[in-house]
């Protein structure tokens, strides 16, 4: 009876004996690292800056007229992708067929008629070289040759203004893009100069914004600003600067281009202008802020992966990045994910492949 009962309490005995030694060692080691993002502080040329309202616009957009009048037996469809040259209506040429084969009749005519004033001048020219013809016949016969062959430059001028009319019965798109609506339809009458459909390049697109008179000193050509819509920003330079101020609004027109096509046309935005000259400045993520009571602080890694808490003061805001007056230099590792439960030499483990990348780490903290 010992014997079988002997054996159960030190097996479990043992047990007990493993499990503090266990408890005790998880003591010992603390809490595991926790996972944080991280992202380096940066010396940016930055300045303060005011947000102007822009609309997406085309650079190229025209409502398209016709150069024939004429019954119209086509017009595109709404929505419709055209390249520069592709027809988007077409007016019904027939009566400029007609025209053209009379022309081509008159031409002919012409050219009969001054082929036989050149034999009559000739003859003419040899009787009065015999002295058998008066001088004043002659002169009437090489008028009447010379107003005859001005006449047929006419009849050829007339039938390429024909072929003119003819060609520009089919209308076309002057620039690629997209017909966005449609004024006339088939069917219907035109006269000259009238709108048949409106053309939008939709692949060159850029921003029209109007700037206070203020910032007009600290924009140029060329400089590159920040235009956002919603969550979406981007860094873009501006195309040109409209130099003449609104008298009512005191504002003035720029122009600032767009990468790619993925602009909707007519979106509201808005742009971020300097109202100073730029400085330089240490700068970090907006996310890497953590505000606390009345102070404001950010986290730095250190070398042994443990992290300290760094006093800060902030000043001119930049789209997502932010300038820091501190103990922080360029080139610093911050946390920008994850800060919000840290505190001063907590040990972390940083996600490097979605932040900064190891070897950035590594030469930020060599540095």
């Not at 001048?121 to 062959?149: F, G, H, P, Y």
């Amino acid at each position: 009876m010992k014997a079988k009962f002997l054996p159960r309490f030190a097996l479990a005995a043992g047990v007990t004996v493993l499990l503090v030694w266990s408890l005790s060692a998880d003591a010992q080691q603390g809490p595991p690292p926790a996972p944080v993002k991280v992202a380096l502080a940066e010396v940016r040329s930055m300045a303060s800056s005011v947000l102007a309202p822009g609309t997406v616009v085309s650079r190229q957009d025209a409502a398209v007229a016709a150069e024939v009048a004429g019954r119209l037996t086509w017009v595109a469809d709404v929505g419709l992708e055209v390249d520069a040259g592709d027809v988007i209506a077409r007016i019904d040429d027939h009566r400029l067929s007609l025209q053209l084969k009379d022309n081509q009749a008159t031409i002919r005519r012409l050219e009969a008629s001054l082929a036989y004033s050149d034999k009559q001048l000739a003859r003419q020219k040899q009787l009065a070289s015999q002295n058998i013809a008066a001088r004043n016949a002659l002169d009437e016969i090489e008028a009447e040759r010379d107003m005859t062959a001005q006449d047929l430059v006419q009849a050829r001028v007339a039938r390429e203004q024909t072929l003119y009319l003819i060609e520009n019965s089919s209308i076309r798109a002057p620039f690629g893009g997209r017909i966005v609506e449609r004024f006339r339809d088939a069917g219907e009458y035109i006269s000259v100069g009238g709108e048949v459909a409106r053309v939008v390049d939709t692949r060159n697109v850029e921003v029209r914004a109007q700037a206070p008179l203020s910032v007009a000193a600290h924009i140029r050509e060329g400089l590159e600003v920040s235009v956002r819509e919603g969550a979406r920003e981007v860094r873009s330079p501006i195309r040109a600067v409209i130099p003449v101020g609104d008298e009512v609004s005191r504002m003035i027109e720029i122009r600032i281009a767009l990468d790619g096509s993925d602009w909707v046309i007519g979106s509201a935005v808005r742009v971020a202008l300097p109202e100073e000259e730029p400085v330089e400045v240490v700068a970090v993520p907006r996310d890497a802020l953590v505000l606390r009571q009345n102070a404001i602080y950010v986290f730095r890694l250190k070398d042994d992966d443990t992290v300290d808490q760094v006093a800060v003061t902030t000043g001119i805001g930049n789209g997502s990045y932010i300038e820091v007056r501190g103990d922080i230099r360029g080139g610093d590792p911050v946390v920008v994910r994850g800060a919000e439960r840290l505190r001063s030499g907590q040990q972390v483990m940083v996600a490097r492949d979605e932040a900064a990348s190891a070897e950035e780490l590594q030469i930020a903290k060599k540095g």
